[in-house]
């Protein structure tokens, strides 16, 4: 890196951060891991059809469960009284009386539909498959109040068919066969499946449609393995198809796509960033509104009314608003309120009166503590790419020659967002920079920067996360000789990759469900991925034509290069990251005599989900990362 290029980066960090460098207080409290990392106090609020009741996520014994209250009374009222699995959300019925829920086992990823009675509290599987799992709920709406499309994979684990669920009698009857490739399905406004995208051998995707239920499957659209987009639904009028398509550009644009001609006008595009989601009209279904993520999630409008009420909500709180659910009048928005230094928020905002009323903190005990603010960051790559990130600094600290923890996202085709991240937030409390990077490979960039990616794991995908460090070690801010890389799932692999393939840049390395081997990785991923596998392939490599290219990638066959101390974490159910990647790394490192911890969680699936796993763990990572950077570590 020239001079020059490192003075700017300096003095922009430096300017950035001048008030947090000068801050007075020399003696921040340590937040309770408990705080951090227990189950919040309550999440995932959703207002009834009706408007009038409230359902929401609250721990029971520190295990999550539904709860239900009157809005605007305080009757909260325990539905499910579940002592083992967490249940991460819920829905409602059209007729206010019953709650719908997703729950698997032990992690295992089979999950099951389930419905309570608010009343009798009596619970019904309405997908009792022994080995299948629901892929998606296709769609439940109030104009076909007894009738519900689900995808699930009771036929063949390989593949996901269409389902109709008839809620007054619970029979499921097939609508659309999978043929073998299909990866996803789209219904139109009358529930008839209308719209699927099916994967190529070559790794790209073929859009196919119906002019209705009996006719033959055509193709209207044709993505390659570089392109990456989506279906969002159909028109009103079941003629156009909405979605994001990356097709003629760099990256996904907002569209609309006639079924007969295939041809399509855009509706927005940027010339950097991917579209995000959508808002639609409940009643006319007009778009209304959607999202681009840039630095932060900023949203683009089509309707001047939302648009207005969007601005009337600015009012009532700060931070990124996000529309989470709606009664059936459309005129009752339930919406929450993200910040980087705080919890987050939950509130009804009232669109006739342009008044919120509050709901709840998820974690309202973090109101406590001062925080640290989360920073967006950018920087050249040693091949020129800008690579987009966060940086989390200690509060109370100057930003000079802290100990740094790489944190490293999963996917890889996903990214680190703005926000209050409490793994972050634990980081710096503890003393700990916090560097999160949107290396190359990350979604949300465009296509030229998510196939820059390609048969990069350990290669050039590597190199962004060591230019990351070098980047914030240039500007002073990270002792070189105190960096820690962590990461769970991809980011698991990269620790592992930092261990192996750069073992003099790290001091530490904490590897969360990482895959250490590629080929055993690749081979043993779900069933269910079948359709995936091509694009796999050319994102990742093929196990059957590429093996010397995938071991030569994979940092078990690199495992003599392990010097510093690493902490393995799994779980035993995991089906996309199987106990063997983190069994046959861990025989590696006994045999080389590496130091090493090793937790593996029986009850667990890909990520830690129960809180006393959770607790658990943070406390081992907390100890850890205290022996190799000095920070400070609760007792």
């Not at 760099?250 to 950097?272: A, H, M, S, W």
């Not at 991917?274 to 999202?291: M, P, S, V, W, Y």
């Not at 710096?428 to 390609?454: D, E, W």
């Not at 969680?601 to 607790?615: I, T």
Request: aromatic share 12%; proline share 4%; net charge neutral.
């Amino acid at each position: 890196m020239c001079v020059h290029k490192k003075i700017l980066m300096l003095l922009a960090v430096l300017l950035f951060s001048a008030a947090a460098m000068y801050h007075k207080s020399s003696d921040v409290p340590l937040i309770p891991r408990k705080v951090l990392f227990g189950s919040p106090e309550k999440s995932n609020p959703k207002i009834s059809p009706d408007g009038k009741k409230l359902a929401y996520i609250a721990p029971i014994k520190g295990v999550r469960n539904i709860w239900v209250k009157t809005i605007g009374k305080n009757d909260d009222v325990a539905i499910t009284t579940q002592l083992d699995r967490d249940i991460g959300s819920c829905y409602w019925s059209f007729d206010n009386e019953h709650l719908f829920y997703a729950q698997d086992k032990d992690g295992d990823e089979n999950w099951h539909l389930y419905m309570i009675d608010l009343q009798t509290k009596k619970i019904k599987d309405l997908t009792p498959f022994e080995g299948a799992r629901i892929g998606s709920i296709l769609s439940f709406k109030k104009e076909f109040p007894d009738e519900m499309l689900l995808t699930i994979n009771k036929r063949d684990p390989k593949l996901f068919d269409v389902y109709k669920l008839n809620l007054k009698t619970y029979d499921l009857e097939m609508v659309a066969e999978n043929p073998g490739n299909v990866t996803g399905w789209v219904p139109d406004e009358n529930n008839k499946v209308r719209a699927a995208q099916a994967a190529r051998k070559d790794g790209g995707y073929d859009w196919l449609v119906k002019d209705d239920e009996k006719s033959e499957w055509r193709k209207i659209a044709h993505w390659t393995v570089e392109d990456n987009g989506n279906f969002f639904c159909f028109s009103k009028d079941g003629k156009s198809l909405y979605a994001v398509d990356s097709r003629d550009a760099n990256t996904g644009r907002l569209i609309k796509i006639d079924t007969k001609t295939g041809q399509y006008d855009v509706i927005f595009e940027d010339p950097q960033y991917d579209f995000g989601g959508i808002i639609r009209n409940k009643h006319t279904k007009k778009l209304e509104a959607g999202t681009v993520s840039r630095a932060k999630k900023e949203w683009i409008f089509f309707d001047d009314e939302v648009k207005k009420d969007f601005n009337e909500l600015k009012k009532i709180s700060s931070g990124e608003i996000s529309l989470v659910d709606s009664d059936n009048s459309y005129r009752k928005w339930v919406v929450t309120f993200t910040k980087d230094d705080g919890p987050r928020s939950y509130w009804i905002f009232d669109r006739d009166t342009k008044k919120g009323t509050f709901l709840f903190y998820t974690m309202p005990a973090l109101k406590k503590y001062e925080l640290a603010k989360m920073e967006p960051i950018s920087f050249a790559s040693r091949d020129g790419l800008t690579i987009h990130g966060y940086l989390t600094c200690p509060v109370g600290k100057k930003r000079e020659n802290l100990p740094l923890v790489l944190f490293v996202h999963g996917g890889p085709w996903a990214r680190d967002s703005w926000g209050c991240n409490t793994r972050s937030q634990w980081l710096a409390n503890r003393g700990y920079a916090v560097l999160q990077v949107n290396y190359r490979g990350s979604t949300g960039y465009g296509k030229q920067f998510l196939n820059a990616a390609n048969k990069q794991w350990s290669l050039k995908m590597h190199d962004d996360l060591v230019d990351a460090v070098q980047w914030i070690v240039d500007c002073g801010i990270a002792d070189p000789k105190k960096v820690a890389i962590f990461g769970g799932s991809y980011g698991g692999y990269a620790a592992l990759a930092g261990a192996t393939f750069t073992p003099d840049l790290f001091c530490c390395a904490i590897d969360v469900c990482g895959p250490s081997n590629l080929i055993t990785l690749i081979k043993s991923f779900p069933a269910y991925w079948e359709t995936m596998k091509y694009k796999l392939y050319k994102r990742v490599g093929n196990p059957d034509t590429e093996k010397e290219f995938l071991e030569s990638c994979s940092p078990l066959f690199k495992a003599d290069k392990i010097k510093i101390p690493m902490m393995i974490v799994q779980g035993a159910n995991d089906p996309r990251v199987t106990q063997i990647e983190s069994d046959q790394i861990v025989d590696a490192m006994k045999k080389n005599g590496v130091t090493y911890e090793y937790l593996l969680f029986d009850d667990e699936g890909h990520g830690l989900v129960k809180e006393v796993n959770r607790l658990k763990f943070y406390a081992a990572a907390e100890k850890f990362l205290a022996n190799s950077l000095g920070g400070r570590c609760e007792a």
